[in-house]
Structures are given as structure tokens and as C-alpha cells.
């Protein structure tokens, strides 16, 4: 495990625990054990901590700390390797993984440029491992049942969308506030929707456009982001297109009654579809507790600590089922099977659009383009347009005015 911050106290941690109680087991591996190699970090602390803490929940894991921390993992005797650091440090981690024949399952967004991808998607396979990306998102039950429709023509035809999550102060301001310098709510959690966008609705991405607002968790100059607002433009075989708006914010009020605040909306030919995060769920107050400590508008569907029926205590959500499926991916590859049809079986894993690098690409150049906009817009030159797959090559950020400059050449 590399990262030891909020994503693996909220999901690796539940995951690797329920996987140790329970295992992991299917008709063609059948049982098989997961255990917690290492944790890597920059200090170490939190990891000590949980590990103390944990107890038998979680067995006794190596702590390592930087630097040189992919080669004190890979000499802990590790099958498959978690990233879960800042995005700007996916690439490096990856990328060692999979050098060493390891398989990677990163957080999103997997990597940053169109570049870093294709170096990952080659050392994947030429190495004959999986490399996947978590969209937790896209196991969310609302999303589940709204491509159950587009895929059954229920829904026909998306014409347009808009997605919107805010988030508290406390994200920017102390949760990753030793690596937001430099960086923006786009790629922290804009990714989620611009995945979910490509995977349910498909077609062909052509054009992206960015704008965004400064001045809370950095200069009003300078170039860490409070919000941003992303147009994405999409074109379908019916010969029409389709744009959706992805508006992302860590500046909202911490004591905001939705805390974390998440919408979507699409319209089709026939209908409309509205998930609200709030209004689908439950509201809680508890004095002295909400909306700081618990939050007044929960999701339990993501993640959640239970007690069940039956008396015993459970962690689940599909946050955590999203680790549990790669998991299930890594152990059919290597366990499903006779050891002549891995190559099948590693075909097949690599097939599955929802999480493997190859299915990205998409999605990592809406990512490129978006900072790139933003990067230029922070050096004076705003208002810029990224298009894709035009006479020029796959990525051209496009300058009012008439000056361009590619990003990417090859077909995205």
C-alpha cells in the first residue's frame, strides 16, 4: 500500500480488514488469503498507528517510510501494489510497480497526461499484469441503475448533463492542504464524473474547455484552484453531439449542510435523470457532533460501519467493493485456471472497460486538457480550448486569437 492518508483510513483499511476475516473466495480459485504486506508513507506515523491499533484485525505489516520506498515494497514480497498518494505522484509509483512485475491498482485519476498512460499501458503489457485505475463511483447503486437504462434503451439518446460536487474547506485547508499548492478540485473528483460520463454514454470525446476562480486557498494569481468549472463535448454515431458541464469546489462553508454536496443531471430524448446526494439518503443532527465530526447528510451506500442484524459489526460500501472487485481480478488471472490460459484470463481482466488503463484513455486526455487550460490560464493566456483528435494531432490547446500548440500528437 502506498499512501496511508484519508482514502485508506476510509476504504483500503476496511477492505484489507474484511479480506483478512473473511477471504476471498469463487468457483475457480477457490479460497485464497490477502494479506497487508506493507504500508508506505511519507513518515510513517499514521501506518505505526493503525498498525498498533488494528491489531489481529489487520496481522503485523512492514512500515516503511521514504525515501526509496517502491524498492523497500518490492522486498516485502508483495503481489500487487496500491497507489493511493497525491495525483502528481501516481505516475512515478505505477510506473516501478509495474516495471517489476507487479500488478497496480491506482486511485483516480490514474495519471495526468496521455504520455504517462502509454508508458503504464506498455510496462503493463509487456509485463503480463493488470493496471487499473479505482472509479468508485461507477459502483455507486444510482450510477449502477442509470447505465442498467442507457444500456437497455430505456433511456435513449443523452443530449446534455451537468455534475456538481462540493466539498468543505477542511479538504483544502487541512485534509490535503500539503499538496493541494499547485493543483485543483478538477482532477481530486471531477475525474469521478468525466468516467462516469464516458463509460455510460460512450462516444467519441472531441472538445474540452476549462474556467475556474482563485483567491481562497491560494493567490488570486497564482496557480492552486478553488473551483473549476469543466465542458466536456462529446459525438455520438447519430451524428449529433452532446456537452456536459462538470462543476467542481473545496472552498464550500465547512458547516454546510450537505458537507459534501453532490448532483448530476442528464437529459435524453425521452426523459431526465436527477440523483441528488442529499435528497436520496438520510439527514442526522447530533449536538456537538454535526456537521464536523458526523456528517448531517450521510452516504451510506459509499461507506459505512454497521451493525447488523445478526449482531456482528461490518464495513461496506462500494467504495470498498471497488478494491474487492480488482482483488477478485488479480486472483482469476493468477488462480482461475490452468497456468496455460493466464493469457486468456489476463485478456479477458484487461477487457473490463469500468477500470483497466487501456479503457482510460478518454478520461486521462478530459485530465490533460483541463490542467493544461488551466495552466495557461494561470500564465495570463485564459479562455482557452482543447480539441481532440483534430487536423493537428489528438490534444491542440486552441489560443483566442489563433495561436495553438499540441499537447498530445497520436490519436487519443
Not at 504500508?39 to 526509496?68: L, N
Not at 475525474?191 to 474547455?209: E, Q, S, W
Not at 457532533?289 to 445478526?310: Q, S
Amino acid at each position: 500500500m502506498i499512501g496511508a492518508g484519508m482514502i485508506f483510513d476510509e476504504t483500503y483499511r476496511p477492505f484489507f480488514e474484511n479480506v483478512r476475516r473473511d477471504g476471498l473466495f469463487s468457483r475457480t480459485t477457490g479460497p485464497c488469503d490477502v494479506e497487508l504486506a506493507a504500508v508506505a508513507s511519507r513518515t510513517g506515523r499514521r501506518a505505526a498507528a493503525y498498525r498498533a491499533e488494528a491489531g489481529d484485525r489487520i496481522g503485523d505489516f512492514e512500515v516503511i517510510v521514504e525515501p526509496d520506498v517502491m524498492r523497500q515494497v518490492l522486498g516485502a514480497g508483495v503481489d500487487f501494489v496500491c497507489v493511493a498518494t497525491p495525483d502528481h505522484r501516481h505516475f512515478d509509483m505505477a510506473r516501478d510497480a509495474l516495471d517489476a512485475g507487479k500488478h497496480v491498482l491506482v486511485e483516480k485519476p490514474s495519471v495526468l497526461s496521455l504520455q504517462e498512460l502509454d508508458e503504464l499501458s506498455r510496462l503493463a503489457t509487456s509485463n503480463g499484469v493488470l493496471a487499473k485505475v479505482v472509479y468508485h463511483k461507477l459502483l455507486d447503486p444510482d450510477h449502477k441503475k442509470l447505465r442498467t437504462l442507457v444500456a437497455d434503451g430505456v433511456l435513449r439518446h443523452v443530449n446534455n448533463g451537468y455534475c456538481s460536487l462540493l466539498e468543505p474547506k477542511q479538504v483544502s485547508g487541512t485534509q490535503f492542504a500539503e499538496w493541494i499548492q499547485g493543483r485543483n478540485p478538477g482532477t481530486y473528483v471531477a475525474v469521478h464524473y468525466i468516467k462516469l460520463i464516458d463509460f455510460t454514454f460512450g462516444g467519441r470525446l472531441t472538445g474540452v474547455a476549462c474556467s475556474g476562480q482563485r483567491g481562497i486557498v491560494g493567490p488570486a494569481n497564482g496557480t492552486t484552484w478553488d473551483s473549476i468549472q469543466l465542458r466536456l463535448i462529446y459525438a455520438y454515431p447519430s451524428g449529433r453531439e452532446a456537452a456536459f458541464d462538470i462543476h467542481t469546489s473545496w472552498v464550500t462553508p465547512d458547516n454546510f449542510p450537505g458537507y459534501v454536496e453532490q448532483e448530476v443531471q442528464f437529459r435524453f430524448d425521452n426523459g431526465v435523470w436527477n440523483g441528488h446526494s442529499r435528497k436520496r439518503g438520510v439527514e442526522c443532527t447530533v449536538e456537538g457532533r454535526t456537521p464536523i465530526e458526523l456528517k448531517t447528510t450521510m452516504n451510506n451506500h459509499y461507506n459505512g460501519a454497521f451493525l447488523e442484524p445478526n449482531g456482528h459489526r461490518s464495513r461496506r460500501g462500494y467504495g470498498i467493493e471497488a478494491l474487492e472487485w480488482f482483488a477478485r481480478e488479480v486472483a482469476h488471472v493468477e488462480f482461475g485456471g490452468p497456468a496455460s490460459a493466464r493469457r486468456e484470463r489476463l485478456d479477458a481482466a484487461r477487457g473490463l472497460a469500468y477500470n483497466d488503463l487501456s479503457a482510460d484513455r478518454q478520461v486521462v486526455a478530459a485530465v490533460q486538457a483541463m490542467e493544461a487550460i488551466l495552466d495557461r490560464a494561470a500564465r495570463g493566456r485564459p479562455n482557452g480550448f482543447v480539441r481532440v483528435n483534430g487536423p493537428a494531432g489528438g490534444l491542440e490547446w486552441l489560443e483566442p486569437g489563433g495561436a495553438s500548440e499540441l499537447l498530445y500528437e497520436p490519436a487519443v
